[in-house]
């Protein structure tokens, strides 16, 4: 029976654009570094804020995140609370981001994760959106 974090709740492919991009890029950064997630995200300014969010995380957690292969098509349920975090914190919904962020980490650490998901969630939306084309 698998752990309860990564028990499926859901389809990758069926999560809006930005939490979608933070499941991606969580199970690329934990299977192959911020380095190949720069390539990704086409420059180190996501991947620089993606990885400080992710070392936090993890280092801070209550208990190991459960996660997904890259190529499964199914959301982890520690995953989609991972991506609910990144989302709700880079809407500028602080307070439930935070209630999120004290359920994954530690008391002490949870502002602090909270002010690396608003920006890594923030980076995230930008590298979503196609750059502008001049003429």
């Not at 029976?1 to 990564?6: D, F, L, N, R, T």
Request: charged fraction near 20%.
């Amino acid at each position: 029976m698998p752990s309860p974090g990564g028990r499926p709740v859901g389809r990758l492919d069926a999560l809006p654009p930005l939490p979608g991009l933070a499941v991606r890029a969580l199970r690329r950064w934990c299977d192959e570094g911020p380095t190949a997630l720069a390539r990704d995200l086409a420059g180190p300014e996501a991947a620089d804020a993606f990885d400080a969010l992710c070392r936090h995380c993890l280092a801070a957690c209550r208990r190991p995140l459960m996660r997904h292969g890259a190529g499964c098509p199914c959301l982890g349920a520690d995953e989609a609370v991972f991506a609910r975090l990144v989302e709700l914190a880079a809407e500028g919904a602080r307070e439930e981001a935070l209630w999120i962020a004290c359920a994954l980490v530690r008391p002490e650490a949870a502002l602090s994760l909270l002010a690396l998901a608003e920006q890594a969630g923030l980076a995230l939306a930008r590298a979503l959106v196609p750059p502008a084309r001049l003429h």
